[in-house]
């Protein structure tokens, strides 16, 4: 099993930037994407931003140019610089690692991104 726990959350002004950080533990061997999604209540969650063993990234549109994902070199830590942060990106952050030959999600407990206006 892998564990995951995510931290950098807080209470940030509009136009402010802040960087999440998620690290893993347990079986971290099989562990191939990472990525980051969003939830706020009453709304499903959605992607943020992945990235592949091999470095590729994907982001949501809504974020493009303003976040971005990357992975420690343990590969084992993902992080989220969000620059540029608005009122609408306020959110439970999570992280999920992928393992692709065990067809296994593992999640985070969430980290609350509050950006005022």
């Known amino acids: 099993q892998v564990q995951l726990v995510e931290s950098g959350g807080g209470l940030v002004q509009s136009g402010g930037s802040l960087r999440l950080s998620c690290a893993a533990s347990g079986s971290t061997l099989g562990i191939d994407a990472m990525a980051w999604y969003r939830q706020v209540p009453g709304k499903q969650r959605e992607l943020v931003a992945s990235i592949t063993p091999g470095g590729s990234t994907k982001y949501a549109d809504s974020v493009k140019g303003r976040f971005t994902i990357s992975r420690g070199n343990a590969k084992n830590t993902v992080y989220l610089q969000m620059n540029s942060l608005k009122p609408e990106d306020t959110a439970v952050y999570y992280c999920?690692?992928?393992?692709?030959?065990?067809?296994?999600?593992?999640w985070g407990q969430g980290t609350q991104v509050t950006v005022s206006s």
């Open positions: 999920k690692a992928e393992e692709f030959i065990l067809a296994r999600d593992s």
